[in-house]
């Protein structure tokens, strides 16, 4: 294990890997990561399988055994055969960690966001495909997908929720998260193997806000450059132990083995040049936290990266810079709320283009 690394991990921050694909998990490389990096999970989404099933040739094979089948079908075989393989690596460090590390995300359909009962239907679709209890269904945390969030878990199916960028939607996501594993209970599920994470968007806030700073190009916007992303994190850690320290419900959930949902830093690949390379990690060193990080990132962090624990004691801080902004006329809600969108988006658009490659790859090898 690198030092950084390893100091990282040892300040209570899992690290996962935010990319996967058939080549990596077939050259070893995942496995050299976990061996090497402290890599303890992955998260994967559309623009992730776009990058992996736009290669020629990893997916061939398996393309040929399933003959000229429908695109989704295929799409669907393809990444949760990855997923499969991927949480069968990690199997051992899920039950090593009693299931609160080794897992392996995959995402409902992004063109579902809106769709309440179609993600909700989607996740367990998703979850007995893969067929492995250190799996993860990614749902995005719109305002359809919270209900679906409270139905999946409610089901025993552990839950990554994704694309949340507001301290307003998280609390919204940490109540969906709560109503959930009450009715799992009641279903019941042993909560003790169940898991979930909400992953917090970190870069592009700093990408949007550093927009609005350049264009008022006053001292006190120039002073705030690079600063909202790291203070909108650190107030979400803020409101992690609050709700769930304060929550009667959860404390008896707690008590039959029940895990908190973690934050999950996401996004925190640094996107300003001007920026330290693993400014998101860094940053964000605290107990009880996932950072999710692209290989980039994670090479930064093994190489010259800090670890040592940074949001205790910065709540103050936090709040004057979202204050400073409010001041300037920067509303975080419309910065937020624009990025949600931009989120789902993105992600469809990236959808869409891994069915054109796949179906590019059905024809090449049924040709």
Known sequence: ?????????????????????????????????IANKNVVGVTTNPSIFQKALSQVGPYDAQLKELGRIDVE??????TTTDVRNATDIFRQIAEDSDFVDGRVSIEVDPRLAHDTEGTAKQAVELWEKVNRPNAMIK???????????TQTLAKGISVNVTLIFSLER???????????????????????????????????????VDKLLETNGSDEAKALMGKAAVANARLAYELFEKKFDADSRWAALEAKGAHRQRPLW????????????CMYVDELVAPSVVNTMPEKTLEALAD???????????????????????????????VTEKLETE??????????????DTQAGIDRVNA
């Not at 749902?139 to 969030?149: K, M, Q, R």
């Open 139 to 149: 749902i995005p945390a719109t305002l359809e997908g919270l209900p679906a969030i």
């Open 343 to 356: 989120g789902v988006a993105q992600f469809i658009s990236s959808w869409d283009s891994v069915l054109n």
């Open 73 to 78: 079908e295929a799409v669907r075989e393809l």
């Open 170 to 208: 998280y609390e919204q996501v940490i109540d969906a998260f709560i109503e959930g594993m009450v009715q799992a209970d009641q279903n019941g599920h042993d909560l003790k193997h169940m898991g979930s994470v909400a992953s917090f968007f970190v870069s592009r806030v700093d990408t949007a």
């Open 266 to 277: 996401a996004s925190t690949g640094t996107k300003n040049p001007n920026y330290s390379d």
């Open 304 to 334: 010259h990266g800090n670890g040592a624990p940074s949001i205790e004691g910065t709540y103050e801080e936090s709040h004057a810079i979202m204050n400073k902004l409010a001041d300037l006329g920067i509303s975080i809600k419309d």
């Open 1 to 33: 294990m690198t030092e950084a690394t390893q100091r990282t991990s040892d300040s209570g921050v899992s690290i996962w890997l935010d990319d996967l694909s058939r080549t990596r998990i077939e050259s070893g490389s995942l496995q050299d990561l």
